[in-house]
């Protein structure tokens, strides 16, 4: 079992940055993939990152997301600069075993964090 407990989060103008955290605790926490989604009503969740010792991003935030790991506080980071109108979402940090293949997918990931809003003003 694995709790995810997110922090962040807001609204800023367009350009801005924010920054998104991820604690997790429970068991095997290292063994867990984590990754980050965002969800506009209407639409698909859609995959924004994964920390996987190595990284990946969706295209559309690729060069403005960083995505990062401490392991000594169980906190996976979202860092979001020069965010647009259109990351205006709710993000959830999710966590899985799932394999390299299949990040992006909803269904790969077991556990959830609470969702938090991010709102850019154009």
């Known amino acids: 079992q694995v709790q995810l407990v997110q922090s962040g989060g807001g609204l800023v103008q367009a350009g801005g940055s924010l920054r998104l955290s991820c604690a997790a605790s429970?068991?095997?926490?290292?063994?867990?993939?984590i990754s980050w989604f965002r969800h506009v009503p209407g639409k698909e969740r859609e995959f924004v990152a994964a920390f996987v010792g190595t990284t990946r991003y969706a295209d559309s935030v690729k060069g403005r997301f960083t995505i990062s790991g401490d392991n000594a506080k169980n906190t996976v980071y979202l860092q979001m600069n020069s965010l647009k109108p259109e990351d205006t979402a709710v993000y959830y940090c999710?966590?899985?075993?799932?394999?390299?293949?299949?990040?992006?997918?909803?269904?790969?990931?077991?556990?959830w964090g609470q969702g938090t809003q991010v709102t850019v003003s154009s």
């Open positions: 429970g068991r095997s926490f290292n063994t867990y993939i």
């Open positions: 999710a966590a899985g075993t799932t394999p390299l293949g299949a990040l992006n997918f909803v269904n790969s990931y077991t556990y």
